[in-house]
């Protein structure tokens, strides 16, 4: 999409700090970290928020959260830690990007409920 921000980092048409790519999926550093561990995870189509997807990403979204979560979880050392998958959604949400982007964050006790 042509003036979407995340679109352009997965076309890398604009620089980012990726930390893991494949043909469906990027995953780069977010450039406001909450935490030592803050990567968010997006599918390289364009895809507004969770609410856009439908049953033809049913191979996208297991993809997303069975395999590629998993991985870089692992990668960046959280995964027996811990961590937390964020998809703000829409106006409540706080969603500022309206991409599909997960935020996986950890790499330190994180507080929980959220603001
Ligand atoms: P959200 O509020 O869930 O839409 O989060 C958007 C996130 O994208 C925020 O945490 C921003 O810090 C992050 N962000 C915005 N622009 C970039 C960029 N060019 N590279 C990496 N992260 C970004
Ligand atoms: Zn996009």
């Known amino acids: 999409m042509a003036d979407c921000i995340f679109c352009k980092i997965a076309a890398k048409e604009i620089p980012s700090n ?3 790519e494949d043909d469906l999926v990027a995953a780069f550093k977010d450039t406001n970290p909450q935490a030592p561990v803050h990567v968010l995870i997006i599918p390289k189509k364009h895809v507004k928020s969770l609410l856009e997807l439908d049953g033809s990403d049913k191979e996208l979204t297991a993809h997303i959260f069975c395999e590629v979560i998993p991985k870089i979880a692992a990668e960046l050392g959280v ?19 309206e991409h599909l982007h997960f935020h996986l964050i950890g790499g330190r006790s994180l507080t929980w409920p959220p603001g």
């Open 18 to 20: 990726f930390v893991y």
């Open 79 to 97: 995964a027996e830690s811990g961590f937390r998958l964020v998809a703000n959604t829409g106006k409540d949400g706080q969603q500022t990007v």
